[in-house]
């Protein structure tokens, strides 16, 4: 099994629901706390498993807005487990999870630095480093009915930009979207191979212009002083 | 890369204690220099004090350290646990070295060179572990090259050679063949350190573009999604100022290596005594803790393409 997540970049929009919903699984599971660090003062901050960034990709006219969710891509080339001195990261050979054991972890931050998407956090009040599970204690859990048997971000994404599945299996649902979307991985070259895809935006047509009447000469005006008054 | 303190005192004060150690060996098989016990084991001891306190800071910026001891577990594949394990095999040899010189009385015995050469192969060891910690990160373009052990190796040995003159000298013991060769091996070091600068100025690897997936299209970041800092900010994020940087490499350059081959050839020559090998180490030590503050500052890890950097 190579287990893992799929994220649909044409349907993201960015609401950080995922972020919020895993944080609150993970703080109570396999490696919470997930540590707040003064979360009710000036410059709140802590640790998350998911981290949702937004780009501009292209030039006006011809720009869009991609909301793009990072967490651990848990892949196949994972150098963070390589590089661990301490044999607390690691990579579980049945399902290619990586994760960190931690009664083992010393926090020297070697594998945060070998990671190339930000997957790992150190939490500086148990002095270990915390990453994303894939919802360890909840994916294999069989009281749980079927559905609720994947990570909790999936679960919660309200616009359905998550899938979870077997990459192994080739009809699997990740691994038909894949196939059939074009997923790809993010800095191939650097040679990771990680198991997590993302999706593409679609090509769709673009909303027709021609038809929008033009501008009335008193509505130029009204906007002109908009803009030239100072407030 | 955030330059730790704790890092930058390790790297140079251990790097300096196993280069003086693996010279005091060298200096023992080829008869370099006529040591005698009394200085032998005054340098062997220096070498161990800066090692231990180099390692002792190196714990430091653990954010765990009652688990330090597991460091020793991965040797098959992290060049951090090797480097933990050469280190700790260090110190047995070294110890039976200095105690096998102190009990034949300096005599070159063959279990005296094997024992000299065990350290110098663990030294270097060390040394080249330490280095490849850096440039076995595919993540940091900067420290991912050949160069970055080759630079920790030969740094380490030139620091090494710079000290055992002036112990020597101190000891009063003829040292102009130590200084001659600390003057090469700065000429050396200062060569690689610029083919380093050189080639590191040249920007290749990921893009913000190959990091997001969108290759065809300008991508410009509109946010990041935190309003504080996070752990990657402060770990990744750091930014020195351009000119600071390059003030910086002519310090290198001025106090790591054209000072002390002054001061160098005027101790092999007769002209300058035990001050000026004190004055050439000391600016060696300056030299490269600037020199080790430049490797981490001017480090930019990929991670800064999400953050958005265009490339690193």
Not at chain 1, 117 to 139: F, N, Q, W
Not at chain 1, 163 to 182: A, I, M, T
Not at chain 2, 82 to 108: C, K, N, Q, W
Not at chain 2, 272 to 290: I, M
Request: net charge positive; proline share 4%; with cysteine.
């Amino acid at each position: 099994m190579k287990l893992g997540l799929v994220i649909d970049l044409d349907v993201c929009v960015g609401c950080h629901g995922c972020a919020v919903s895993c944080k609150q699984w993970n703080t109570s599971g396999t490696t919470g706390p997930l540590t707040d660090y003064n979360p009710y003062g000036k410059d709140p901050s802590g640790v998350w498993f998911n981290r949702i960034r937004s780009y501009e990709v292209g030039d006006y006219p011809h720009n869009k807005t991609i909301n793009f969710p990072m967490s651990c891509m848990h892949c196949e080339q994972a150098d963070c487990v390589d590089v661990c001195p301490t044999g607390a990261s690691y990579k579980r050979a049945e399902d290619g999870v990586v994760l960190v054991d931690q009664d083992k972890c010393m926090g020297c931050n070697y594998c945060s630095w070998a990671c190339p998407y930000g997957a790992r956090e150190l939490d500086r009040a148990s002095g270990t480093m915390k990453k994303c599970t894939l919802c360890i204690d909840r994916i294999y859990d069989e009281r749980l009915d079927e559905y609720d048997r994947q990570p909790s971000c999936v679960i919660t994404c309200p616009a359905h930009a998550r899938h979870f599945g077997d990459f192994d299996d080739p009809n699997s649902n990740v691994s038909k979207l894949v196939r059939e979307r074009g997923g790809y991985a993010l800095m191939p070259e650097l040679g990771y191979n990680p198991t997590n895809r993302y999706l593409p935006p679609r090509v769709t047509r673009p909303i027709p212009t021609n038809d929008v009447k033009k501008k009335s000469l008193i509505s130029s005006v009204k906007e002109w002083v908009n803009q030239a008054v100072a407030r | 890369m955030h330059p730790a303190f704790s890092v930058i005192f390790f790297t140079v004060s251990s790097g300096a204690g196993y280069g003086l150690f693996i010279w005091l060996a060298i200096a023992q098989l080829f008869g370099l220099a006529s040591l005698n016990t009394k200085t032998t084991l005054i340098a062997g001891g220096i070498a161990l004090v800066l090692i231990t306190a180099g390692l002792l800071s190196s714990t430091l910026h653990l954010a765990n350290p009652k688990n330090a001891w597991r460091a020793v577990m991965r040797f098959k594949t992290s060049w951090l646990s090797r480097e933990g394990v050469f280190a700790i095999l260090f110190y047995p040899s070294a110890l039976l070295y200095l105690l096998a010189i102190f009990m034949s009385d300096h005599e070159t015995t063959t279990f005296i060179k094997l024992l000299a050469l065990s350290v110098i192969i663990i030294g270097l060891a060390t040394v080249f572990s330490t280095g490849m910690i850096y440039a076995c990160l595919k993540t940091i373009r900067q420290w991912h090259t050949a160069l970055t052990p080759a630079n920790y190796i030969l740094m380490s040995l030139t620091s090494g050679a710079v000290l055992l003159t002036l112990v020597l000298l101190s000891n009063k013991v003829f040292a102009a063949s130590m200084a001659i060769t600390g003057i090469g091996l700065l000429i050396l070091t200062a060569l690689t350190k610029a083919i380093y600068y050189f080639w590191v100025h040249k920007v290749t690897g990921p893009t913000i573009n190959t990091a997001t997936g969108f290759t065809r299209a300008q991508v410009r970041l509109l946010d990041t999604g935190h309003s504080a800092g996070t752990f990657l900010n402060q770990e990744f994020g750091y930014q020195a100022d351009p000119s600071l940087l390059k003030n910086l490499k002519v310090g290198v350059f001025v106090l790591a290596f054209f000072v002390p081959s002054l001061l160098l050839a005027g101790v092999a020559t007769d002209y300058l005594g035990v001050g000026a090998a004190l004055l050439a180490f000391a600016s060696v030590l300056a030299g490269l803790g600037a020199e080790r503050w430049l490797f981490f500052a001017e480090a930019r890890h990929v991670i800064r393409l999400y953050h958005g950097a265009q490339h690193t």
